[in-house]
C-alpha cells in the first residue's frame, strides 16, 4: 500500500473520535485559530458573495464556522464544498452537516471546475499530502485570480528555547498518549509529530506558495508557533 493510502486509512479508522480527540488535545484552543483564519477572509468579503472550498475537510469543522461566522459579516457563501479522500472522515461529516456538499476527493485531483472559488481553506491536511506541489498547483488551478489560500498547519520551528522544548515534549510524548488512549489507535497518534517533523518550516511552505502562484498576506504563529496560519493571495495561473 502507497504511504498516502496508508495515511487516508489512518484517518478512517479514527474517525468516529477523531472531533473528541482534537478538543481534549488543544484544550479547544483549536477553535480559536479557527475563528481567526476565517475572519481574516471574511474580512475581505463584507456584503459580497463568495465561494468556499476546503479540501481535506474531515468531519467538517470549518465548513461550519464558515458557514456561522459569514452571517456576522453579511456575506453571503453561495457555495460551500469540503474535499476529503477518507470515507470515515466524510462519514462523520456529512451526519455532523448533511446541509453541507461533500465530494470523496484528493487534494491532488479535486474534481473542482478551474478559477470557481474565491477561498480554498486547508486546516491541518497540507502535510498529510504527499505530493504537496501537486496539491498546491490544484488550488491554484481551481481559485479565481486574485482568489485566497488559507491554511492552519503545524510547523516546525527553526530555533528551540526552553518554550519550544516544552512544546515539543507535550507534541511527542503527551499528544500520542492522549491521542492514543481516546482513539484506541496510539499509532495513528504517534504519527503526529512524525508528520510535524517530516513537515517544511515557515520559510520553507512560503517559497513552496510563492512557486505555485501565490503571494503571501500574512503567516502567524500561534500558542509558542506551535500552529502557524498562512494566508496567500493567487496572483498567476501556472
Not at 39 to 64: E, P, Q, R, W, Y
Not at 110 to 123: P, Q
Not at 201 to 215: A, H, I, M, Q
Amino acid at each position: 500500500m502507497k504511504q498516502q493510502e496508508k495515511i487516508i486509512e489512518m484517518f478512517n479508522a479514527i474517525a468516529p473520535t477523531y472531533d473528541k480527540a482534537n478538543r481534549f488535545m488543544s484544550f479547544g484552543i483549536d477553535i480559536s485559530w479557527r475563528k481567526e483564519a476565517c475572519s481574516n477572509i471574511l474580512g475581505k468579503f463584507i456584503n459580497k458573495d463568495m465561494k468556499i472550498a476546503d479540501v481535506a475537510c474531515g468531519t467538517g469543522d470549518m465548513m461550519g464556522l464558515w458557514d456561522n461566522m459569514s452571517k456576522g459579516y453579511n456575506t453571503n457563501i453561495s457555495k460551500l464544498v469540503g474535499v476529503d479522500p477518507s470515507s470515515g472522515m466524510l462519514e462523520v461529516a456529512m451526519h455532523k452537516f448533511p446541509n453541507f456538499e461533500f465530494i470523496q476527493a484528493s487534494a491532488t485531483h479535486t474534481t473542482l471546475k478551474d478559477r470557481e472559488f474565491d477561498a480554498l481553506s486547508i486546516t491541518f491536511g497540507i502535510r498529510n499530502i504527499i505530493e504537496r506541489l501537486e496539491a498546491l498547483k490544484e488550488f491554484n488551478r481551481v481559485l479565481k485570480n486574485g482568489g485566497y489560500f488559507v491554511a492552519l498547519e503545524f510547523t516546525k520551528p527553526k530555533e528551540c528555547g526552553i518554550a519550544g522544548k516544552c512544546r515539543d515534549f507535550y507534541i511527542k510524548k503527551i499528544l500520542p498518549k492522549i491521542g492514543g488512549y481516546i482513539s484506541k489507535n496510539k499509532e495513528a497518534y504517534e504519527y503526529l509529530p512524525q508528520s510535524i517533523d517530516n513537515f517544511l518550516d515557515v520559510k520553507e511552505f512560503e517559497n513552496e506558495l510563492l512557486e505555485c502562484g501565490f503571494r503571501i498576506e500574512l503567516t502567524k504563529g500561534f500558542n509558542f508557533d506551535v500552529t502557524t496560519l498562512f494566508i496567500a493571495k493567487k496572483i498567476r495561473d501556472i
